[in-house]
């Protein structure tokens, strides 16, 4: 592997690339064009994550209605995404918005691989009251959570705490590329630095929506945690986790590896504690 490949992430965990079915690409088209993007910047496993609701789960047929609609487009964009990147490794499973609080977790098409963990959210970023304890509880079926851009969330003042909650109740924290450069707003870019800085994030996504022209950010958020480290090789280790082996372990079913926290005299600490100024 050359230096510049180390540098490319490799497996995306989140993205809204199944044509029609949610928020993300609307046709077969914008899928093939955010992959070539996505490609093009190294990324060659994609497990792809429309939204689901959680308390669908607890109703079987309109559950299993919204499962064939998802697998049907999903399997036409296949067709096209294989003729086109047939090296890209393609794959889906869910965001599953938890808006209820137990929801029924068992399918496995909501699984990020047959034996990977599940991608959860909380519903329309909006946190639900209890959320340790519903992740606590959820946890204890044995599938390892990922929780979806928790930099995201609102939480006003007690956020880090909140955060850190989750984290004790056993969540993964999945952070935007784009929260690191501003791309959500200033309270999202503030909350990623300080969770890289504690080493709190676990890995990085796209969560990507398939609009035409709609930017990636993979890149400026690679300088960003490049240029974190105290040296050179402490920003490097710590994208490699972010980008290739923590996302890889969640596909294995395996729990993260530790991120070096970052900021510790790098520039990103500078650019963090300035947000404060
Ligand atoms: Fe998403």
Same mark, same amino acid.
């Given at each position: 592997?050359?230096?510049?490949?180390?540098?490319?992430?490799?497996?995306d965990?989140?993205?809204?690339?199944? @044509?029609?079915?949610?928020?993300?690409?609307?046709?077969?088209?914008?899928?093939?064009?955010?992959?070539?993007?996505?490609?093009?910047?190294?990324?060659?496993?994609?497990?792809?994550?429309?939204?689901?609701?959680?308390?669908?789960?607890?109703? @079987?047929?309109? &559950?299993?209605?919204?499962?064939?609609?998802?697998?049907?487009a &999903? =399997?036409? =964009?296949r067709?096209?995404?294989?003729?086109?990147?047939p090296?890209?490794?393609?794959?889906?499973? +869910?965001?599953?918005?938890?808006?209820?609080?137990?929801?029924?977790?068992?399918?496995?098409?909501?699984?990020?691989?047959?034996?990977? $963990?599940?991608?959860?959210?909380?519903?329309?970023?909006?946190? @639900?009251?209890?959320?340790? !304890?519903?992740?606590?509880?959820?946890?204890? !079926?044995?599938?390892?959570?990922?929780? =979806?851009?928790?930099?995201?969330?609102?939480? $006003?003042?007690?956020?880090?705490?909140?955060?850190?909650?989750?984290?004790?109740?056993?969540?993964?924290?999945?952070? +935007?590329? $784009?929260?690191?450069?501003?791309?959500?707003?200033?309270? =999202?870019?503030?909350?990623?630095?300080?969770?890289?800085?504690?080493?709190?994030?676990?890995?990085?996504?796209?969560?990507?929506?398939?609009?035409?022209?709609?930017?990636?950010?993979?890149?400026?958020?690679?300088?960003?945690?490049?240029?974190?480290?105290?040296?050179?090789?402490?920003?490097?280790?710590?994208?490699?986790?972010?980008?290739?082996? +923590?996302?890889?372990?969640?596909?294995?079913?395996?729990?993260?590896?530790?991120?070096?926290?970052? $900021?510790?005299?790098?520039?990103?600490?500078s650019?963090?504690?300035?947000?404060?100024?």
């Amino acid at each position: 592997m050359t230096g510049s490949e180390e540098l490319r992430p490799s497996i995306d965990i989140h993205s809204h690339l199944v @044509p029609g079915v949610d928020d993300g690409a609307a046709t077969v088209e914008d899928v093939l064009e955010g992959l070539g993007r996505l490609t093009g910047e190294g990324v060659s496993t994609l497990v792809t994550t429309p939204h689901l609701d959680g308390s669908l789960t607890l109703l @079987p047929r309109p &559950f299993e209605e919204r499962m064939s609609q998802i697998d049907e487009a &999903f =399997a036409r =964009a296949r067709k096209s995404v294989e003729g086109s990147f047939p090296e890209l490794s393609f794959h889906r499973a +869910n965001e599953v918005a938890l808006d209820h609080p137990e929801p029924d977790l068992s399918d496995p098409r909501m699984r990020l691989s047959p034996s990977g $963990g599940i991608l959860v959210e909380w519903p329309r970023l909006r946190v @639900p009251p209890g959320s340790p !304890q519903v992740l606590e509880r959820l946890g204890e !079926q044995g599938i390892p959570l990922v929780l =979806a851009h928790p930099e995201r969330y609102r939480l $006003g003042e007690s956020a880090m705490d909140r955060m850190e909650a989750w984290r004790e109740a056993g969540a993964i924290f999945q952070v +935007n590329y $784009g929260s690191l450069v501003g791309a959500f707003g200033p309270d =999202a870019r503030r909350r990623s630095l300080n969770l890289l800085a504690r080493g709190w994030v676990d890995l990085l996504a796209s969560d990507f929506h398939g609009r035409p022209r709609l930017p990636l950010h993979i890149a400026e958020a690679r300088d960003t945690v490049l240029s974190g480290g105290r040296d050179e090789g402490d920003g490097m280790e710590a994208w490699i986790r972010l980008t290739r082996t +923590n996302p890889q372990r969640i596909l294995d079913g395996e729990l993260p590896l530790a991120v070096p926290p970052l $900021g510790n005299g790098g520039t990103l600490w500078s650019r963090f504690t300035s947000l404060f100024r």
